[in-house]
Structures are given as structure tokens and as C-alpha cells.
């Protein structure tokens, strides 16, 4: 099997149609919802909060927010909703994620998205929760993850998902490769193409993107939206207070099944790390969106769907 990876790729470019980047058209539908954006912010505890969803939704981009306040699911969604606002929660498989649905379905109230977040979604269990909140909550968009491999794409699509994320230990924080030998850690990009093979859905490619090219790179090797975690920590408006150390300011990035956001040591996949303090989100958000727009002048055409069809190149010697 050959595999390769972000870094390993080059774009080819095309004749540009276009007299301006500004011309470009960033924007990226999920569902039935038209975003700024292909990409999120990874649903952690570093990375988003209840603030700063209601800043990018009221900026029309996309989220998810974190599973690890679970009490508070309920009343954010209702809040978010009554602002006019997307609400969009990601939920575990515990039988408490059960009750958390009938919740909804007896208050007559449908997040507009649901992401199940666990760490390997191939699995019954899962499945088990796709089908209850199809059926409970039939008009909630519902994002599928984690999975890696076409037999997991094709199985979580057939049960009832609208999108799959794939990406098992690429992740800044991930230390899933080492601690049990698994994953796309290295080759995301190829495992990503595999599973776009076959996929019917969108999928969203989450973890390992190291710079904005990468969010084209994924567009080209099959993704609709990237998940992004370690480059959006360490914003003005994403959580944590800032860290001084010789002189250079810092914020916390721990990942989701690390010791410090089990609050034990038992199954630990991920690790604690600084990330540079970075200013205000609107700046890289500005950023990455002139980027991309310039990605698409690159691959000749004027829309994100633009970068799929462009040629590229596998570095060998990488
Ligand atoms: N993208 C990635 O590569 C990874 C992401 N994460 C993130 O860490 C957080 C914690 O996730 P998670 O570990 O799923 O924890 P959860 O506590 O959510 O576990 C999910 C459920 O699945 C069961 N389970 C069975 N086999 C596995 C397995 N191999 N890995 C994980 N759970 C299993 C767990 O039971 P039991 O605990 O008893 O085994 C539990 O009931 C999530 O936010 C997840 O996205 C974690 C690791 C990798
Ligand atoms: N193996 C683990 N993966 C994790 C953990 N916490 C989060 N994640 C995944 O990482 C991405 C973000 O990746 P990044 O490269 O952009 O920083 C996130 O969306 C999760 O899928 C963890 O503890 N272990």
C-alpha cells in the first residue's frame, strides 16, 4: 500500500480564471448549512467553549462544541438556538448520551448537529448510538468519528451517518501510534483518500494540519471540511489562561483522553503540551481564508470544489 502525507504532497497548479483572490469563494456547505469555511475547530476542551461557539456561529462558521461538561449539553443547545444560533454538541456512547436524546425528543428540541466523539467509532456500540439518534432525532445532521479504514466509512454511511471523520492519531496531542500501534499517524492524508474512495458523505479529516496548505491538500485527497485542534488553541478567545515562560507567552493544549482530561491515568492516549499564544482568532481566521482563496487560484478555479480535481505530485525523496 502506498502511504503518504501533508508534507509529502505538492498541488499542481492551472490556469488561473481568476482577476482577484478576492473572487474566490471560501464558503463550504455542511448539511443544510452554508459555512464561511471548510474547517472547525477540534471539539476539546482546549479549544472551544460556550463563548467562543457563539462568536463563530454568529460569524457563520462552523463548530462542535466539546462533550466534557455533559450536564450542560441540554441548556447550551436551547441557548444557542434561542440566540439564532447553530447548536452543535458532540456526545459519547454512555448510556447517560441515551437519556441526553430522549431528553431532546420529549422537549421537542433538534440540535442541528451531532458529532459521536470516541476514539475508535468502528464499532456496534457506535452504531448502536447512530441508529437511536436517527431515529429520535431524525432532522439533527449527525458527523461520525473516529474511523480510518473503508469497511468503517462504509458501515457508520449504511447506518445512518451523514458525515464520517477520519483520523485515528495524527493529532497534535495524540500519542494513540505509541501507546497501542494504531493509526493514521504519518499517512493521514493516504488513509484519508482511501476511506474518500468509498465514502457517499462528507467527510471531515481531523488532526495533523500543520499549515493552511493543508486544508487544501485535504479538499484535493477527499475531505468536504477539516477538523483542527493544536493550530486554533492558543487564541485570545479559545480557552485557557495565558502562560508566561522566558519572556514568550504560551496557552495549555491537552488532548481529550490525556491524564489531565480524564482526571486518572487509566487508557491515556494523549498528552499535555504549550501552545504559542497566537492574538485574536479573527486574525488567523483571516488568514486562513486568504490562503485558501489563493489555493483555488492556484488550481484554476473559483470555488473550494475547485481543489479536487487538481493534479499533484508525491515528494519520494521525503
Ligand atoms: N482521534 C483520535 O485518534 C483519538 C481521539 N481521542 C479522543 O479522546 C476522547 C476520549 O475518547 P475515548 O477513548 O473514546 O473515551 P470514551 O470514554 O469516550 O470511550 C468510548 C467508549 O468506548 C469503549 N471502548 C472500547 N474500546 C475502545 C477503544 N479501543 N478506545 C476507546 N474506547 C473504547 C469505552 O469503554 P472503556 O473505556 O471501558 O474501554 C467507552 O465506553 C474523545 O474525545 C476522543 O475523540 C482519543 C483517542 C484517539
Ligand atoms: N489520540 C488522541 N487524539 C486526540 C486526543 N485528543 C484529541 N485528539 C484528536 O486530535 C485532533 C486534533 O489534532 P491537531 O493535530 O489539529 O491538534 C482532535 O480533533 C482529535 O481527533 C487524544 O487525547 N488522543
Known amino acids: 500500500m502506498k502511504t503518504f502525507d501533508y508534507d509529502a504532497i505538492r498541488l499542481l497548479p492551472k490556469k488561473s480564471i481568476l ?44 463548530y462542535v462544541m466539546h462533550r466534557f461538561n455533559p450536564q450542560s449539553r441540554f441548556d447550551f443547545v436551547r441557548s444557542m438556538q434561542e440566540k439564532g444560533l447553530i447548536a452543535s454538541i458532540s456526545l459519547g456512547i454512555t448510556d447517560d448520551e441515551y437519556d441526553l436524546i430522549d431528553r431532546f425528543e420529549s422537549a421537542e428540541i433538534s440540535p442541528e448537529y451531532i458529532t459521536i466523539d470516541v476514539a475508535h467509532a468502528h464499532s456496534d456500540y457506535v452504531f448502536k448510538m447512530v441508529a437511536y439518534i436517527k431515529k429520535k432525532l431524525p432532522n439533527t445532521f449527525l458527523i461520525v468519528g473516529n474511523m480510518g479504514t473503508p469497511e468503517a466509512i462504509v458501515e457508520a454511511e449504511a447506518t445512518g451517518a451523514d458525515a464520517t471523520k477520519v483520523g485515528i492519531g495524527p493529532g497534535k496531542a495524540c500519542i494513540t501510534k505509541d501507546k497501542t500501534g494504531f493509526g493514521t499517524n504519518g499517512w493521514q492524508l493516504a488513509a484519508l483518500a482511501q476511506c474518500a474512495q468509498v465514502a457517499t458523505k462528507p467527510i471531515i479529516a481531523d488532526g495533523g494540519i500543520r499549515h493552511h496548505g493543508d486544508i487544501a491538500k485535504s479538499i484535493r485527497f477527499g475531505a468536504t471540511m ?26 495549555a493544549y491537552y488532548g481529550s483522553a490525556s491524564a489531565q482530561q480524564k482526571g486518572n491515568d487509566h487508557n491515556v492516549e494523549g498528552r499535555s503540551l504549550l501552545v504559542d499564544y497566537k492574538g485574536p482568532l479573527e486574525n488567523t481566521l483571516r488568514a486562513m481564508k486568504e490562503d485558501l482563496a489563493s489555493a483555488i487560484s492556484y488550481a484554476g478555479g473559483s470555488t473550494v470544489s475547485s481543489l479536487k480535481t487538481v493534479d499533484y505530485v508525491v515528494l519520494t525523496d521525503y
Open 19 to 62: 482577476k482577484s483572490r478576492r473572487d474566490a469563494d471560501t464558503t463550504v456547505k455542511l448539511g443544510n448549512h452554508t459555512f464561511n469555511l471548510p474547517v472547525m475547530p477540534a471539539n476539546m476542551e482546549t479549544v472551544i467553549d460556550q463563548s467562543l461557539a457563539e462568536w463563530l456561529s454568529s460569524r457563520d462558521y462552523f
Open 226 to 251: 477539516v477538523m483542527i485542534g493544536s493550530m486554533f488553541a492558543g487564541h485570545d478567545e479559545t480557552p485557557g489562561d495565558l502562560i508566561q515562560e522566558n519572556g514568550k507567552k504560551y496557552k
